[in-house]
């Protein structure tokens, strides 16, 4: 992703709907980065790559969705009920 702000806004406000909806399905159970990252590339195959996780990140930094990682090496997560 650039680090153009207008580009990382297009970016985010194609992406971060994908993700919420990821979310939805998900609840509250584990997923693997390459499952959020299959999801989102089937509804966005023009997407790089690494871009999912960087706006799974920062949807967690603005208070959008919160997660936990449960096993980095083996890209492991759960998502968490938002925090008040």
């Known amino acids: 992703m650039s680090d153009d702000p207008e580009e990382r806004a297009r970016v985010f406000s ?5 993700i919420l909806r990821f979310r939805e399905l998900a609840g509250d159970g ?3 980065a390459e499952e959020l990252r299959n999801y989102v590339i ?11 996780g960087r706006i799974l990140r920062e949807l967690r930094l603005r208070g959008r969705l919160n997660y936990t990682v449960l ?4 890209s492991l997560y759960a998502f968490q009920a938002k925090q008040p």
């Open 14 to 18: 194609r992406i971060a709907p994908i």
């Open 30 to 32: 584990a997923f693997r």
């Open 42 to 52: 089937a509804e966005a195959p023009e997407i790089a790559p690494d871009s999912p």
């Open 71 to 74: 096993n980095r090496r083996q």
